[in-house]
Nanobody, 120 residues
Framework: QVQLVESGGGLVQPGGSLRLSCVVS????????MGWYRQAPGKERELVAE???????DYAASLKGRTTISRDSAKSTVSLQMNSLKPDDTGVYYC??????????????WGQGTQVTVSS
């Protein structure tokens, strides 16, 4: 059973920074893409950023320039550095991965989520 465990959320003032981390229970290279999504109260879950096995990154337009996704294969970790945070960035942030190994090819995995609150 694949597990994704997020950490790093919390309360931050507008303009502040946070770094979220997601530890995966197996090699990050067993996934085609890994990324972060967020869900604000009353809104649908949306993509924040993702990174492919080849290292290609993609960001939501509202976060481009303020957010960096990275990975550490040795630690099986995908991280999200967020700067210049705004109240609209408030929400639950979820780690996501899509498997490319035969035993569970195409399966989508989600972490339990970590709350990010941007408020003064």
């Amino acid at each position: 059973q694949v597990q994704l465990v997020e950490s790093g959320g919390g309360l931050v003032q507008p303009g502040g920074s946070l770094r979220l981390s997601c530890v995966v229970s197996r090699s990050i290279f067993s996934f085609s893409t890994m990324g972060w999504y967020r869900q604000a109260p009353g809104k649908e879950r949306e993509l924040v950023a993702e990174i492919s096995t080849g290292g290609h990154t993609d960001y939501a337009a509202s976060l481009k320039g303020r957010t960096t996704i990275s990975r550490d294969s040795a630690k099986s970790t995908v991280s999200l550095q967020m700067n210049s945070l705004k109240p609209d960035d408030t929400g639950v942030y979820y780690c996501h991965a899509v498997s490319i190994v035969s035993v569970d090819y195409g399966n989508n995995y989600w972490g339990q989520g970590t709350q990010v609150t941007v408020s003064s």
